[in-house]
């Protein structure tokens, strides 16, 4: 089955993995070093690596050097699609939700 590389699932594969997503958390107080972010994994400095760049690939955060020094950032429009994807949906299943709950609600009224 081929990967799909659409920014929306780009976005959701990125999110699957716990790591990736508490990475993320970590980042929302604003940019920390790789080495900072690296500290609390008992997982080797390339595996991070691979994870920040799946963030990357997917919009989610931006890579800066300076001098020797390598931060991470969340990029603020990174989950903009994925939040509206969701809000559509969403709203498609409250529509869906009060119908059924109507029919529900007459049928009740039916059988009595």
Do not use: N
């Not at 020094?69 to 429009?77: D, L």
């Not at 939040?83 to 109507?102: G, M, N, P, Q």
């Amino acid at each position: 089955m081929p990967t799909a590389t659409d920014e929306l699932s780009l976005v959701f594969g990125a999110l699957a993995d716990p790591t990736r997503r508490d990475i993320l958390s970590r980042l929302h107080d604003g940019p920390v070093t790789v080495g900072a972010l690296a500290a609390p994994y008992a997982i080797s400095r390339p595996a991070i690596s691979q994870h920040l760049r799946v963030l990357e690939d997917a919009g989610l955060i931006a890579r800066t050097v300076t001098a020797q020094w390598r931060e991470c950032s969340i990029r603020e429009t990174g989950l903009d699609e994925v939040s509206e994807w969701i809000a559509k949906h969403r709203a498609e299943w409250t529509e869906r939700f009060d119908l059924l709950e109507e029919r529900i609600a007459a049928r009740r009224q039916e059988e009595k």
